[in-house]
C-alpha cells in the first residue's frame, strides 16, 4: 500500500492546519450543515451525474466528516488508523485503474459539499486532478439570501450546464455570454460548451502559474478580462507559451481588476496639474512645435452629418487645434461603429504618427482597451465614465448637476406637479441623473411626481406623457448650444399643442480636450501614469470645470433664471448638491440629514430612484436589438442594473 504517498499527503494536511491557525480562520473543511443552521431553503433541486472542479469543492455535508482533513482536504489522521489505510487503498486504485464511482455532493451557492466521498476527494486533490465525476443536487436559497451574481450564474447554468467558470462580479455572465455571441436565454450547443471548457481549462493552468497567493482576482474574472481584449478565438490551437506572453502584456489591468479601489474618479481638473518639488525634475517629455507638433487623432462612432454627439465632439477638436496654435495637430475618422472600422482607424492613425487617440463614444471602450495594449506607446482617452482600465484614459461630464437645475425649472412650469423625464439607457451615471431632475423638482415643489419612460424600451414616449396629462418633460438631451428644436431638452407644450424649448445641457468638449492635451504638454499625464500602480483614472468634471453647462431659452422668465443662477453658483462653489444631506428612495431613505454628499463611486453607480420617481429601472434583459448590444459593448451598465 501507499503509506508514503499519505505520509506526504498528510504533512500538507498539517502544513495547511498551521497556516489557517496563523491566519485565524477555520482549518477544517467547511460543513454545510453549519452554513445552513438556522436558515430556510427554498428545497432541492437533482442536477444529475457530471464532471465537476475539484478546486470548487469546499467542505463536507456533516460536521462528523470535517476533523478527518485540513480544510485542503488533505488528510490529518494518524498513519496507524483505518481511515490511513483505507485512503492509501484509495490511492493505489486511482493510480492502477481510476476511481469509476461518481462522489455525492450538495452545491449550495456555487460551492460543492460531499456527502459521500470525502477520501476520493482528497486522494484527486493531492493528485492534482482538476475534476471529479459526481452526483450533484442542488440546494436553493431563499430569494433573500441569494446574491445576484448567483441568479445570474443559474440563468447561465440554465443554457450552458457546466461550473468551471466563477464569476465574482454581477453581470459577468451576460458579458461572457456575449463575447462568445451567446445569450442566457438560448441553449448553447455541446460543441461549444466542451470547447469552452478546454480553451478556459488551458488559460487558468497558464494563469496560475503567473498569479500569486495574496491575488484575490478568480482566474474566471481574469479570464472575462482577457476576453474583453484578445477575443475567444485567440485561444483556440495556440501555444500555452502565447497566452502566457498575452497574460503578462495585460498584466497591469490584471492588478487594476484584482486592487480594492480599482478606479480613481477624478472630480476636477486642477488636481492634474504638475506639482513643483520632486516631480517638476521629471517633466522632460518631447518639446512640441509647430514644426513637431502633438498628434492626436479623433474616432467618432457616427458621422458628422447625421450625428449631433459626434459633431459636437468635432467642435470640440476644431477649438482644441485653435486654442494650441498649430502646436497640437489633429485629424478625425468617421462612422467608426464596428470593431474592424476601428480597428482599421486606429491602425492608420498609428501610421500617420498619432501619439493621443480619442475614441469619443461609450460604446468603443473595448476596442480602445484592446488597441492600447496592442499599442502601448499611444495614449487612448475614451469618452465614457466609471471604466476599471488602466491603459484607458476615460472622461466623461458630471451630467447630474444640469439635470438637477432642469428639475428645478421644471417645477416652475408643472402646474399640475406632474413632470415627464426620458431616459436613455441604464447606464452609469443616468441614475444619478433621473434622481438629481427628481430632488431639484422636489425642492422647488414638494407635489412634484417625476413620471419616468427610457427610450431603449421604445413605445411613444410623448404620447404616453401626453395621456398622463404631463406638458412639461424632459426629452432626450441636445448636445450642443443654440438647437432649439422641440422635444430636445426641457420642453413645455403649450395649450395650443405647440412645443416649446426650456432649457437644455450644453457640453464642451473643448474644454476637456484642452486640458487633458495640455496635460501631455506639461508632462502631468506621465506622472499619473507612473503614479497609478492599481488604478485606472476616470476624469468626471461638472459645470464648475466649464465642460458642461445649462442653456436657457427666451421662453425662461427672469425671476427663474435668477433662480437657476442662484443654483449654478452653489453647484460651482460646492454649497449645494442635490446628494448632500438628507435622500429618498422608493424603499426608504438612503442616508440622514446631517449626512455628507455621497462620493463619486456611489453617484455613479447608483441604482436607486428618488422617492418622487414614478418608474423603475429596466435590466439588460429588458432590453432587445441595437439598444441591448450597444449597452453591452459600452461596458457602462453597473453591475446592480444588469
Not at 492509501?88 to 476511481?99: C, I, R
Not at 463575447?179 to 466542451?194: Q, S, T, Y
Not at 481549462?201 to 482566474?219: G, H, K, L
Request: charged residues 25%; hydrophobic residues 35%; glycine residues 8%.
Amino acid at each position: 500500500m501507499s503509506y508514503e504517498e499519505y505520509q506526504a499527503a498528510k504533512r500538507l494536511g498539517e502544513k495547511a492546519l498551521r497556516r489557517a491557525e496563523s491566519e485565524h480562520r477555520n482549518p477544517y473543511p467547511d460543513s454545510l450543515d453549519e452554513l445552513l443552521e438556522g436558515k430556510r431553503t427554498a428545497g432541492e433541486v437533482r442536477i444529475g451525474t457530471l464532471d465537476i472542479p475539484l478546486h470548487m469543492v469546499n467542505g463536507t455535508v456533516t460536521r462528523s466528516r470535517q476533523n478527518s482533513f485540513s480544510y485542503n482536504f488533505m488528510p490529518i489522521m494518524d498513519i496507524n488508523t483505518e481511515f490511513a489505510q483505507k485512503w492509501s487503498n484509495l490511492y493505489d486504485s486511482q493510480v492502477d485503474e481510476g476511481l469509476r464511482d461518481p462522489i455525492m455532493v450538495y452545491e449550495y451557492l456555487h460551492a460543492f459539499y460531499v456527502q459521500e466521498g470525502n477520501k476520493r476527494v482528497s486522494v484527486m486533490k493531492y493528485l492534482e486532478v482538476p475534476s471529479i465525476q459526481a452526483e450533484v443536487t442542488r440546494v436553493m436559497p431563499m430569494e433573500e439570501d441569494c446574491p445576484e451574481i448567483y441568479r445570474e450564474f443559474l440563468a447561465f447554468y440554465r443554457v450552458a450546464p457546466f461550473y468551471d467558470i466563477v464569476f465574482t462580479k454581477p453581470g459577468s455572465y451576460q458579458r461572457f455570454a456575449s463575447l462568445l455571441g451567446r445569450n442566457l436565454e438560448d441553449a448553447w450547443p455541446a460543441d461549444l460548451i466542451n470547447t469552452v471548457r478546454g480553451a478556459y481549462y488551458r488559460f487558468s493552468m497558464v494563469y496560475e502559474t503567473m498569479s500569486s497567493a495574496d491575488m484575490t482576482i478568480t482566474p474566471g474574472d481574469a479570464f472575462l478580462l482577457y476576453l474583453l481584449i484578445y477575443q475567444f478565438d485567440s485561444l483556440l490551437d495556440v501555444r500555452r507559451e502565447v497566452i502566457g506572453e498575452r497574460i503578462r502584456r495585460i498584466w497591469k489591468e490584471i492588478l487594476v481588476e484584482n486592487s480594492s479601489d480599482p478606479i480613481s474618479l477624478r472630480e476636477s481638473p486642477e488636481s492634474s496639474k504638475p506639482s513643483a518639488g520632486f516631480f517638476s525634475g521629471l517633466l522632460k517629455g518631447p518639446a512640441y512645435t509647430e514644426r513637431h507638433p502633438l498628434k492626436a487623432a479623433f474616432l467618432y462612432e457616427g458621422g458628422l452629418e447625421e450625428s449631433s454627439w459626434s459633431s459636437d465632439h468635432d467642435v470640440g477638436r476644431i477649438y482644441l487645434e485653435k486654442y494650441f496654435r498649430g502646436v497640437v495637430s489633429t485629424w478625425f475618422y468617421e462612422r467608426c461603429d464596428s470593431d474592424d472600422s476601428r480597428s482599421a482607424a486606429v491602425k492608420d492613425a498609428v501610421e500617420r504618427g498619432a501619439q493621443v487617440i480619442f475614441m469619443t463614444s461609450p460604446a468603443q471602450v473595448r476596442s480602445a482597451l484592446r488597441e492600447a495594449i496592442r499599442y502601448p506607446e499611444v495614449r487612448f482617452c475614451t469618452c465614457s465614465v466609471y471604466q476599471p482600465h488602466s491603459a484607458v484614459h476615460t472622461y466623461y461630464a458630471r451630467e447630474y448637476e444640469v439635470k438637477f437645475l432642469m428639475g428645478a425649472l421644471a417645477a416652475v412650469h408643472a402646474e399640475n406637479h406632474r413632470i415627464g423625464y426620458l431616459a436613455k439607457d441604464p447606464t452609469y451615471g443616468n441614475a444619478a441623473g433621473i434622481n438629481a431632475f427628481a430632488i431639484g423638482a422636489g425642492m422647488i415643489d414638494p407635489e412634484a411626481r417625476i413620471m419616468l419612460a427610457w427610450s431603449c424600451l421604445g413605445g411613444d414616449w410623448r404620447r404616453e406623457f401626453h395621456d398622463q396629462g404631463i406638458r412639461v418633460y424632459a426629452g432626450p438631451d441636445i448636445s450642443f448650444e443654440g438647437w432649439d428644436q422641440p422635444s430636445y431638452g426641457l420642453c413645455q407644450e403649450m395649450e395650443d399643442g405647440r412645443i416649446r424649448s426650456l432649457a437644455s445641457p450644453v457640453r464642451n468638449w473643448g474644454r476637456f480636450y484642452e486640458r487633458m492635451i495640455q496635460s501631455v504638454l506639461n508632462g502631468s499625464a506621465e506622472i499619473d501614469e507612473k503614479a497609478r500602480k492599481e488604478s485606472a483614472l476616470n476624469e468626471w468634471w461638472g459645470i464648475s470645470a466649464g465642460v458642461i453647462d445649462i442653456n436657457l431659452s427666451s421662453a425662461v422668465s427672469y425671476y427663474a433664471r435668477k433662480m437657476i443662477d442662484l443654483f449654478r453658483s452653489g453647484l460651482i462653489a460646492g454649497t449645494l448638491d442635490p446628494f448632500r444631506g438628507e435622500l429618498h428612495s422608493q424603499d426608504g431613505i438612503i442616508q440622514g440629514e446631517d449626512a455628507p454628499r455621497l462620493s463619486g463611486e456611489q453617484i455613479v453607480t447608483m441604482s436607486w430612484l428618488n422617492d418622487n420617481v414614478i418608474g423603475t429601472i429596466p435590466s439588460v434583459s429588458e432590453l432587445k436589438g441595437q439598444d441591448r448590444e450597444d449597452l453591452e459593448e459600452s461596458d457602462m451598465t453597473s453591475g446592480a442594473l444588469k
